[in-house]
């Protein structure tokens, strides 16, 4: 069974993962933005949609809870839980 590369990387390893279809940043809206405490979040101007632009997640998941849409999903770590 050969595996081509998008199949075998296709999992985000990133442990907070914006639902496009979801986020209301390009209407103006930066929750998650403004209560990640290590700033780890930002808005992707050209889509105007929020994403991670670093990978230093504390899993205190502010982001995820406060998101108006739920759009924002942290992925914990098995291990974490």
Same mark, same amino acid.
């Given at each position: 069974? /050969? #595996?081509?590369? #998008?199949?075998?990387?296709? =999992? /985000?390893?990133?442990?907070?993962?914006?639902?496009? /279809? =979801?986020?209301?940043?390009?209407?103006?809206?930066?929750?998650?933005?403004?209560?990640?405490?290590?700033?780890?979040?930002?808005?992707?101007?050209?889509k105007?949609k929020?994403?991670?632009?670093?990978?230093?997640c504390?899993?205190?998941?502010?982001?995820?809870?406060?998101?108006?849409?739920?759009a924002?999903?942290?992925?914990?770590?098995?291990?974490? =839980?």
């Amino acid at each position: 069974m /050969s #595996h081509t590369p #998008h199949e075998i990387y296709q =999992r /985000s390893t990133a442990p907070v993962t914006i639902d496009e /279809s =979801r986020c209301i940043a390009d209407k103006g809206c930066t929750v998650c933005v403004d209560v990640c405490p290590l700033d780890l979040l930002a808005i992707d101007l050209t889509k105007g949609k929020a994403y991670m632009k670093f990978d230093e997640c504390w899993y205190c998941m502010p982001c995820e809870q406060d998101c108006p849409t739920g759009a924002v999903k942290v992925e914990i770590p098995y291990l974490l =839980r």
